[in-house]
Structure formats: C-alpha cells, structure tokens
C-alpha cells in the first residue's frame, strides 16, 4: 500500500476539466515530480490532495484511508499534510517564529512553552536561527519560503506538498530553497511537488509524472522521462523545457 | 562636473530646489491675496456690521464659553459610551454577513437587513423613532432616558456603516492566506480570528477613524429628544441674548477636538499607503 494514492481524481471547474482522472502512487519516503506547462493541472491537483479543492469523482487515499468522502472532516486531514505555495502566504502579521508556532498551537491544543523548543529547533535545522523574530517583510524571498516550509514542518506532517516554490524566487535564491527539499528527501519525508525545476526534478525525483491537459500522460523515473520519453507530448514539452 | 562640485549639488538637486522655491513663492502669494481680499471685501458688504455683532461678539463669546464646554462633557459622554459598542456590534454584523454555516443562515439574513436599513434612514430620523418611541411605551425611570435611546440610535446607525467598512478590510485580504491558514489544519474559525481579522482591521483603522470623527459631530443630534449638551447649550444663550455667537463658540470646540483627530486620520492613511508600496 502507498501512503498516498490517487484514484481516478476529477476536478472540474464550471465546464473545465482541470484533473481529468488522475491516478498516482506516492509511496513512503519518495519525491514525485509534477512537471508539464502552467494550466496543465499540478497546482490544481496539489490542492486537491490538501482537501483545499472538493473533487468531483475518484479518491484520494492517504495510507489507504479515503480521505476524499464527502463531509470528512477536512482540518483532520490537512493537519497530516503540509502545503507549501509559490507566493510563501506568511501571515504578514506575525514574526516567523509565531507564523511557525500558530498551528500546533491551535490545531493541537498545545501551549507555547510546549511548541517553542520544538519550533526553534527547526529553524536551526534549516539555518534560519537569526530571521525567527522577525516579520515576513524583513526577509528575502528565499527566507521567506524557508519559514513556510517551516511552518508546514511544524505539524510534523506525514506528506508535503509544494506548489511551484520556487518559480517566486530570484534566481540566486531558488538554491537554499532545494537545499531544503534535499535535506527533507535525506530525512525521508514523503513529497509531492509541482514543478518547473527540471533540472531538480532530474537529479532529485524518484518519480517524475508529466501532465498535460489534466491528464498523467506520462510517468516514470527522471532517467526515462528526461533522456527517453516515449509520447511525443512528453518530448515537445521538455524540449521547449530545457531549451 | 567641477562646476557642480562647488556647488555641493547634483544637476537635479539644483533644479528641484529652484522648483521648490518657485512654488513656495506662488503659494505665498496667492494666499495673502485670497486672506487680504476676505478681510477687504466682506466687510465691505452692507450687512457685516450686523453679522458681527451677532455672530462674532467677543464679549459673548466669554461669557458663554466656559458653560458651553461643560456643555461639551456630554457630548464626550455620549460618545465615550457609543463608539466601543459601535466598534463590537459593528464587527459581529461584518462576521454575521460574512457567515457561511447554514445554521448561523438567519443571522446573515439580519446582518444584511441591520445594514439595509440603518443605512437607509437619516441619522435624525432614526434619533427620532427610537428616542421618542421607545420612551413611548411608558418604561419607568431610568429606561425612559433620552440618553439610553438616543445613544442607541446613533449605535444602530454607526454599526451599520462600521460594519461595511469591516467587511471591505476582511474582503482585501488576500485569499491565499485563508488557503495557506486552512492547509496547516485550521478550523474556517480560527483562520478568520487569527488570520483573516487581525490584517482586515489594521486595513480600516484609517476609515474607521473618518467614522468616529463623523460620530463625534453627529451627537448633538441627541439635542432634539432632550440631552442639554453643546448645541442645545448654545441654542438656549441665542434665546438666552439674542445673539448667535454661542454657536461659533460650539464649532470652535468642535473643531478643537476633530481637527487633530483628521489629522491623524490623514497621518494613519499617509503611512498605510507608504507601506503598501
């Protein structure tokens, strides 16, 4: 058994299929890449794993429990899976440390003092020990992105989601943001990102998934899909791709 | 380039200081020749000798003055009472509109009705109904007081207006923090109080402040079911004689209290919109 596996995922919005049928298998501890052109579905379907999208038909399957059935309650799931977006989302109101602490707090009831050292700890791990107090504003683009990465790590979650992270970031910064990534693979966590880092997905992934029109046209490992794909979709995208 | 050495300044520090000093000249200029054609011409026209008199009597103005502030502690009364139940009505009928759940569905119904209508009415004609009316049922001492009513009246009417401004803080922040608030695991309730609420109302302090400038003058309404505070007070020494001075005296204290508060108004704006750039 995976730990997340999609079913037959459809999301439509009014008339447009955005996900149309997506079946996947992320399993314990891999990276699956989502790469294909802007409006292809990743973003979509990465929202829909998080619940932040009611789908319309399929299953989304998190360590075999159907967390998709309409009225679950959503918050129990998201809890399990971090989300972390392309534009950071901090709360602007908050210094890094409180945006960190927020959701253990509230979600799981614990106290500050409890959470704190827990909290703290993570921003050493990821070299952020000096930004804690500070507020989103004060930071740079990549430190910013750092603390949301963070900020879904505090949930200690089973599954992250990363939505095009790095497609914010200026170009020197887009590096101590896939240090992280790398870090996290090394630590064994379970990710799915959506990405335009080809290279990072080549080098990285342990499964890359091409999607096109809301379709998985094709899947497999990075040494496959970069150096011998087999639908021609495939090899028109990643040729404009890596271009 | 030695030339501009010497002088200390750049080509384009040269340039703004000769504009600026261009403009302070006109602007002087033309605001001596407005005050000297005020103080030229208006008492030049026929009827100025009587208006001052009337209007603008020193000795009146002494004599009235200090009773007239006390006057004025009402108006601070009233007004110290009202605005915090503005604020928290005001918030819980942004909230009551805003509302998705089904079961709170009647309460959305009465937040949009409450705003309909309390918009709807003239300040005055509100005073009137509720200051007259709810007396009028005959409740004893001290729930037949015009204060209670009218204060009431002005608090209906405020929340109305400080209820859309909330919901116009709430709508400008941006939907994505709601998404990242709800991906940690939030309930729709925490995201709105620690998340969506604090940024929504640091948005509208600037426009919330216009209201309580707006409330502070819209007091003396109160005057026409009863309370004795400034405008009534100055209303009584016109009778009193015969002279309209008392009201000037009431406008100069008003403005002694709501010039610095627009002032700070404009500062609050000012700086918002620094920050937003």
């Not at chain 2, 103080?39 to 030049?44: C, E, G, N, T, Y």
């Not at chain 2, 604020?87 to 509302?99: C, E, S, V």
């Not at chain 2, 709508?171 to 994505?176: C, N, Q, W, Y």
Request: charged share 20%; proline share 5%.
């Amino acid at each position: 058994m995976a730990k997340l596996e999609l079913r037959g995922v459809v999301k439509r919005f009014g008339d447009v299929t955005v996900c149309d049928g997506i079946d996947l298998d992320v399993e314990e501890g891999q990276m699956v890449c989502l790469i294909g052109a802007s409006g292809g579905g990743k973003s979509t379907l990465l929202r829909c794993i998080n619940l932040l999208e009611p789908i319309e038909d399929g299953a989304i399957l998190l360590d075999g429990e159907d967390v998709s059935v309409p009225g679950l309650d959503p918050q129990r799931v998201r809890s399990r899976i971090g989300m972390v977006f392309q534009s950071f989302n901090l709360f602007p109101h908050m210094t890094a440390l409180e945006n960190a602490m927020l959701a253990p707090r509230r979600v799981k009831g614990k106290s500050r003092e409890e959470v704190r050292p827990e909290v703290e700890a993570l921003f050493t791990r990821f070299g952020l020990a000096d930004r804690m107090d500070k507020y989103p504003d004060q930071l740079s683009g990549g430190q910013q992105q750092r603390v949301a990465i963070v900020r879904a790590l505090a949930m200690k979650p089973d599954v992250m989601l990363f939505d095009e992270i790095t497609s914010a970031l200026d170009p020197q910064l887009v590096g101590e943001v896939l240090d992280v990534l790398l870090q996290l693979k090394a630590e064994g966590m379970t990710m799915v990102l959506a990405t335009h880092e080809m290279e990072f997905a080549r080098q990285a992934a342990d499964k890359v998934c091409f999607l096109k029109d809301g379709k998985i046209i094709e899947e497999g490992p990075p040494s496959e899909i970069f150096n011998a794909p087999k639908r021609a979709e495939t090899r028109a995208f990643l040729e404009r791709a890596l271009k | 380039m030695t030339e501009q050495k010497a002088a200390g300044l750049t080509r384009r520090q040269r340039y703004e200081a000769a504009q600026r000093k261009r403009a302070a000249i006109i602007a002087t200029t033309s605001t001596v020749l407005v005050v000297a054609a005020i103080v030229i011409l208006v008492p030049m026209t026929p009827g100025w000798e009587k208006v001052q008199r009337s209007f603008f009597n020193g000795a009146t103005l002494v004599q009235t003055f200090p009773k007239l502030l006390d006057a004025f502690k009402i108006n601070v009364m009233i007004f110290a009472w009202s605005a915090p139940a503005i604020a928290i009505l005001g918030l819980l009928i942004a909230l009551a509109r805003d509302t998705k759940s089904p079961a709170l569905f009647p309460l959305r119904i009465f937040g949009t009705a409450f705003t309909d209508i309390f918009r709807g009415i003239p300040v005055i004609l509100t005073v009137y109904l509720i200051g007259f009316g709810i007396p009028g049922l005959g409740l004893p001492c001290p729930w037949n007081s015009p204060y209670i009513w009218g204060s009431l009246a002005l608090i209906l009417t405020y929340s109305a207006y400080v209820a859309e401004i909330f919901r116009s803080g709430i709508d400008s922040v941006h939907h994505s923090q709601r998404s990242a608030a709800l991906s940690l695991g939030l309930t729709e309730r925490q995201v709105t109080r620690d998340v969506v609420l604090p940024q929504a109302i640091r948005n509208v302090v600037p426009a919330q402040m216009n209201m309580l400038i707006a409330l502070q003058k819209d007091v003396s309404l109160l005057s026409f079911i009863g309370p004795v505070e400034i405008f009534r007070q100055a209303g009584v020494f016109k009778s009193l004689l015969a002279n309209f001075t008392p009201y000037v005296g009431a406008a100069i204290i008003f403005l002694i209290v709501t010039i610095p508060a627009t002032r700070y108004a404009d500062y609050l704006m000012a700086r918002q919109r620094q920050e937003r750039r």
